[in-house]
């Protein structure tokens, strides 16, 4: 089935065109260097989970790399919510991307005067359920996450290459995930996915300046633990820590909430989902349920 993707360039109105005649030219660069951002949003039910913070985030990315996105969040958030309705999808992924636009060869991103806008919603492709029931074994990648100084992960680029050298690795591995270490050699984020702890009971997370994407998963995860009277701690992590902790998950607009149960062949508390974790995955789906 073909689907209708809203595109527009530059401060032309754009508009819901079919996949054929969605086109980018091959001079764009978001194409030529990964110069853009992008979101990846769900929608349960016909309802867009957690938009305005997902719009949030790609304003705040494009700003970081001087990029103007050249429509409003209003008219952002109005494009996304038409783009899923007019292709009559209830349970969706949904993929924002604002691309520089078409400049000439060469990188200076000022010689580009339109930036892109895509809007795609579609099926959403889920880990399989019995990974939520056993939980994933994952790898530590050699691939460090990149430096906050070089390009902040914060920022969510279309240049994810870092991520996938990493993703190459734990599919080498026959894992679905890899952790990545930052410059200090401490914990900061899988290749898709934030990850969690369970430390003493308490909820650990590396924090945003460890060289993290501030997942909207994420946070949402932090507020539910808080309201369940979970202590919730953004602290740096070793892999000792990760080895050593009683639970272990990892959160992802895709994964939702996924139970990690053994990294770097170490089995994590007793090698199954533990219990606050399926407390977490439980009053997360009820979220997204109860279409809030
Ligand atoms: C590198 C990285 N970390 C974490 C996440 C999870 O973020 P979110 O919960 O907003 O999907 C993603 C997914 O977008 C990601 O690409």
């Known amino acids: 089935m073909s689907l209708l993707i809203y595109m527009q360039h530059g401060k032309h109105k754009g508009g819901l065109v079919s996949e ?76 924002l991307i604002v691309t520089r636009g078409k400049g000439p060869m060469g990188l200076d991103p000022g010689k580009c005067v339109d930036p892109c806008v895509v809007i795609i919603a579609t099926t959403i492709a889920m880990y399989p359920e019995e990974q939520y029931e056993k939980g994933l074994e994952i790898i530590t990648a050699t691939t460090l996450r990149n430096h906050p100084a070089a390009l902040d992960p914060r920022i969510k680029s279309l240049n994810y290459l870092n991520n996938i050298l990493a993703k190459i690795e734990a599919d080498n591995a026959g894992t679905f995930e890899a952790i990545m270490l930052n410059t200090d050699g401490l914990v900061a984020e899988c290749t898709g996915d934030n990850i969690f702890l369970i430390i003493e009971g308490a909820l650990c997370t590396p924090p945003g300046t460890a060289g993290v994407l501030k997942g909207v998963t994420r946070s949402v995860v932090m507020e539910l633990a808080r309201k369940q009277k979970i202590e919730v701690k953004e602290v740096c992590l070793s892999r000792y820590d990760v080895y050593s902790a009683e639970e272990c998950f990892l959160t992802g607009t895709g994964a939702e909430i996924i139970p990690v149960v053994k990294v770097d062949g170490r089995i994590i508390g007793d090698g199954k989902p533990g219990p606050i974790t399926r407390k977490l995955l439980k009053e997360f789906r009820k979220l997204t349920k109860s279409g809030k």
């Open 20 to 95: 054929e005649d969605a086109k980018v030219s091959v001079f764009d660069h978001g194409l030529l260097y990964g110069d853009g951002v992008f979101e990846g949003i769900r929608a349960y039910a016909g309802k867009v989970f957690k938009l305005q913070e997902h719009i949030d985030r790609l304003y705040n990315s494009a700003k970081a790399i001087r990029l103007d996105i050249p429509m409003t969040k209003k008219e952002m958030t109005a494009a996304v919510r038409d783009t899923v309705k007019a292709n009559k999808l209830t349970d969706c992924y949904i993929r």
